[in-house]
């Protein structure tokens, strides 16, 4: 991060993620707590991220918008999910006001990718040019689906372009250029 941004950071930082709101953002969510389980002090959570293993006993998260350090006491699997217990939280009446909070970690905690793979928060405000070199907007959103996610980019006049992310419609992703060369084939426009 710039000095110039760490100067705006400490200046406006957003409610949920502690993040500049057009910027990097400080903490990621990795988790959504449900509803309290039983009578022993767990809670069914949902778990987004793509490293599961990294959410253990004795890890340090933080909960909900204030960013709460919380530690993980247990955990065990469940269905579709996870159920977790906090060193924080002990009893089950400890957790029912904690439902729909998200799970977060710290921007700079999150393990490194491969070349060529990216954290969606990395890539949320890159310009998105066609092969001409013409802007098509920037990239606003992407949505996870079955098959392959979905990047949402928005132009200047607040029209929404969706492009897949296959190899051959994003050709190029520039992080030093902070941009993304794309082919637009049949049937995508704006």
């Known amino acids: 991060m ?20 057009d910027s990097e953002p400080v903490f990621v969510a990795v988790a ?11 809670m069914l959570v949902s778990v987004l991220t793509d490293f599961p293993d990294r959410i253990k ?15 993980i006491k247990s955990r065990r699997g469940h269905n579709q999910g996870l159920l977790l217990s906090f060193v924080e939280l002990p009893e089950r009446k400890d957790l029912e006001t904690q439902r729909n909070k998200m799970l977060y970690v710290k921007v700079a905690d999150l393990p490194e990718l491969d070349e060529g793979e990216y ?3 990395e890539l949320i405000g890159f310009h998105v040019q066609n092969e001409a070199g013409e802007d098509l907007g920037i990239l606003a959103e992407i949505l996870e689906t079955g ?4 990047y949402i980019v928005r132009s200047a006049e607040r029209k929404e372009l969706l492009l897949p992310v296959t190899s051959e419609v994003i050709l190029n992703i520039d992080t030093e250029q902070k941009s993304i060369k794309v082919r637009l084939i049949p049937g995508l426009s704006m």
């Not at 959504?32 to 767990?42: D, I, Q, S, T, W």
């Not at 006993?57 to 530690?71: A, E, K, N, Q, W």
């Not at 098959?147 to 979905?150: E, K, P, R, S």
């Open 2 to 21: 710039t000095s110039n941004r760490r100067r705006i950071a400490a200046q406006r930082r957003d409610k949920e993620t502690g993040s500049l709101t």
């Open 32 to 42: 959504k707590l449900r509803r309290p389980h039983g009578l022993k002090g767990e």
């Open 57 to 71: 006993p004795g890890v340090i998260f933080f909960l909900g918008p204030d960013h709460s350090p919380i530690t």
């Open 119 to 121: 954290y969606h928060h």
């Open 147 to 150: 098959a392959n996610d979905v």
